[in-house]
Nanobody
Framework: VQLQASGGGLVQAGGSLRLSCTAS??????MSWFRQAPGREREFVAG????????LYADSVKGRSTISRDDAKNMINLQMNSLKPEDSADYYC??????????????WGQGTLVTVSS
């Protein structure tokens, strides 16, 4: 499985971004987004089951973000609203796991950088 993340960029606080992750190969996996800010450990952001019926969010983004999947396009998306400077990080998509723990995931995409200016 190869994962390609996109959609990062520079946005002002309060703005929105939509991150996408396109998968190739076998794609019917539960998938998640993680993020890593400079000097900090990688942390779970949001996850979605292989069916799309179950989602999970970190408390830090709950209510501001929505994860979704489009299996016809082999893609998951993360819509992030009301962005804060502390949301600035490299965002990574991952597949093959269904928990908050990065060790559970077998497949990773490259990061897409999100920078939120105050």
């Amino acid at each position: 499985v190869q994962l390609q993340a996109s959609g990062g960029g520079l946005v002002q606080a309060g703005g929105s971004l939509r991150l996408s992750c396109t998968a190739s190969g076998r794609t019917k996996y539960p998938m998640s987004w993680f993020r890593q800010a400079p000097g900090r450990e990688r942390e779970f952001v949001a996850g979605i089951s292989d069916s799309g019926y179950t989602t999970l969010y970190a408390d830090s983004v709950k209510g501001r973000s929505t994860i979704s999947r489009d299996d016809a396009k082999n893609m998951i998306n993360l819509q992030m609203n009301s962005l804060k400077p502390e949301d600035s990080a490299d965002y990574y998509c991952a597949a093959g796991g269904s928990s908050r723990y990065q060790e559970d995931y077998a497949y990773w995409g490259q990061g897409t950088l999100v920078t939120v200016s105050s």
